[in-house]
Each structure stands twice: as structure tokens, then as C-alpha cells.
């Protein structure tokens, strides 16, 4: 293949992620293609963990020992990180969490439990769409179960878009909330937020973004997307696991009701009532995952150094290779759109009538780390009349030879189910 334009140095990049370096089936190099359900950890956040419990472990907020007042530094200074990479107005805007999941479910318990004009119940609607992940589903149901509200969703066309045909009929004077993913982790689809905020805004709804696939691949200025929460994960994005963002514009988190309630959240208890910390500590019940948070610091400063728009040039420029050369495979078909314009980094596809568990097994022999399966979307599944996908996704350290592999890999389980 001949050199593309936009890639990153990934030969140096490579050299900070030790995982990558691994073998695996007797000698096979790891082929590392399943970043959209996990991304691997540089060295730098490696060391931040290891740093942080070497030298600072303590509880946060509370003490007055130098371990106290450290850790506490670390914890804080993670969240003007966070701030400042999705361009938020204030750092008491970002709230941590243990993941996207926790953060959408928060959101959605708050609006159970608010006063109007936030309330939602059994005169008011929900809506999402068809190609959420379940995590952007299922605290909706629960709440529209709870509440009485209806729950409505906009459908998928036949080349993985929203179908917003009907965006007035959907989007009306009683919808409350529309919580909708910015980038879909199944169909790679990347969406039009503009569009759906507007209409949203006309009608006085609020809206929330899953931005899990987005955080991580390309910039997020929550200021832009002109939402009113907006969350992500951290493991997707070379931070570790067990750390989660809700960012929600200050006036609406000071006038929701908390999530979850113990110590850190609180400003006064007695045995009859008790009042709450300002945000975002009213929304942090609870040690917080203060490790995890200075991990989260540490992959922040490693892609700010990188640059988030080269990161976004680099895997713009691997998923237009990768889409040529998958539709050079037989039988396979791509779920979603079968261009690079307007998609992320994840291409689902099927490979004729051989099942996606099959194709992962084979590929995992070669080496190739692949994902198989609903990708927590079954909706999606259902939608194509499929009973799973086989998806690769790639990241900053992903190659053009990776993509190669797979393509080989592909021939290889052809020839292997005859």
C-alpha cells in the first residue's frame, strides 16, 4: 500500500503502549482492532497509577495530613483537565463517575426525582434513538416505567443514519428530555447533533449526549454541541477503567436532586433532614475513584500532547483504507455507512452466512483482537435482521498493516468454513 496522508507516527506511538508488544497462540503479534469497547494504556498513565499509590494514597477532601492534601490536588487537578479538554465553562461543571453507564443513569434519576420545570412524568416524553447503546436504553425504560412517561426513538434508515423525517412529530412540546449518541458504537455513525439540539431547543427539552465513541477519537467542546449533559468513559480513551464524566451545565445541577447519598455530598446532616454540597461534590456520594481520576489526568495530557484533531485525521484516514479494502472481501457486508464521510472509527459487518462468533474465533487464532456479538446495541440487530456483528475499531496506534491483517485474516476464515 502506498503511504497515506494524516497518519500519526504510530511507530513511536506503539512504543509507549506496552500490551502492543505482546504475543499471543504461539508467537502470533497481537493485532489490536477492539478500541471502541476498551482502549490499551500508555506507559504515562501506567506510571501516574503506580505514582499515585507509591507516594499519595489517601482520602480525598477529608484530612489535613500532606497525604491528604496531595491526593486531593491530584483528584481536583484531574477535573480542571477534564474541564478544559471538553471546553467546559466551569470546572464545577464536571462531575466523576465509575463510567458512562453510571453517568446516564444519574442523569435520568435526577429528572425522576426533579421539581418542575425538569420533572418527568406520566404527561411527558423521552426520546431517544434506535442505535443507542443499551447504557443510553435502559435507565430511559427504567425511568419511563417509574414515571409513566412515553418513551419514543427515532428509527435507522437502511445505510445506518436517523431517520429525522419526522423530527417535529417526534420532538414536541411534551418531550422533556432527547438523549441521543454522538458517535454509535455498532454502526460508527457519526450524528447530526446540530439538527436534533435545535428542534430539542425549540420545545424547551433537554438534551444529553453520550459521547463514549466521541471523547476519545475527535474534539469535544461542550460549549459547541450546545447540550445540557453531556457523558463519556474513560477506558475508551487510554485512561483506566472505573472512571467515568457527566458534564452538565451549572444551573441545571444546581437545581437537581442528587443521585445517590452518603458522605462528600453533604453540607449538613441531622436525624431529621439533610442539606447538600454544591456540584459537583453533590453529585460524588462516597469515596470517589480518586485513582482513576489521576489516571484519567494522565491520558488527557498524553492526547492534548498528541493533538485530538491529528488523532481524528489519523483515524479518518484508516477507516477510508479499511472500507475500500473490506469491500474487496466476498460476502461481506458492512452495517452502516459504507463511506469514511461522516462515521468514526468502528465498522460492524457480517461475512456472508457465517456467524460472527465464528469469525472472531478464527481471527483471535491469527492473532487479531476483534469484537463479536450485539456491541450492547441489539436494537441495531434487529433493525438489519442480523443476529450479530464482527467489528473492527481502531485508535491512534492502529496501522494501515493492522487493517491488512484483518483483510488476510477474512480470506483466511473464508477458507476455513469453505
Known sequence: MTQMPGLLDTEAIRKDFPILDRQVHDGRKLVYLDNAATSQKPRQVLDALSEYYERYNANVHRGVHVLAEEATALYEGARDKVAAFVNAPSRDEVIFTKNASESLNLVANMLGWADEPYRVDHETEIVITEMEHHSNIVPWQLLAQRTGAKLKWFGLTDDGRLDL????????????????????????????????????????????????????????????????????????????????????????????????????????????????????????????????????????????????????????????????????????????????????????FTLGDIHPHDVGQVLDEEGIAVRVGHHCARPVCLRYGIPATTRASFYLYSTPAEIDALVDGLEHVRNFFG
Open 165 to 348: 423525517s419526522n423530527i417535529e412529530e417526534v420532538i414536541n412540546e411534551k418531550t422533556k428530555i432527547v438523549s441521543f449518541v454522538l458517535v454509535s458504537n455498532i454502526l460508527g455513525t457519526v450524528n447530526p447533533v446540530e439538527a436534533i439540539v435545535r428542534r430539542a431547543q425549540e420545545v424547551g427539552a433537554l438534551v444529553c449526549i453520550d459521547a463514549s465513541q466521541a471523547a476519545p477519537h475527535m474534539p469535544l467542546d461542550v460549549q459547541a454541541l450546545q447540550a445540557d449533559f453531556v457523558a463519556f468513559t474513560g477506558h475508551k480513551m487510554c485512561g483506566p477503567t472505573g472512571i467515568g464524566v457527566l458534564w452538565g451545565r451549572q444551573e441545571l445541577l444546581e437545581d437537581l436532586p442528587p443521585f445517590l447519598g452518603g458522605g462528600e455530598m453533604i453540607e449538613t446532616v441531622s436525624m431529621h433532614s439533610s442539606t447538600y454540597a454544591p456540584a459537583p461534590h453533590k453529585f460524588e456520594a462516597g469515596t470517589p475513584p480518586i485513582a482513576q481520576a489521576v489516571g484519567l489526568g494522565a491520558a488527557i495530557d498524553y492526547l492534548d500532547a498528541i493533538g485530538m484533531d491529528k488523532i481524528l485525521a489519523h483515524e479518518h484516514a484508516l477507516t477510508e483504507y479499511a472500507v475500500r479494502r473490506l469491500a474487496d472481501v466476498p460476502d461481506l457486508r458492512i452495517i452502516g455507512p459504507t463511506t469514511a464521510e461522516d462515521r468514526g472509527a468502528a465498522i460492524s
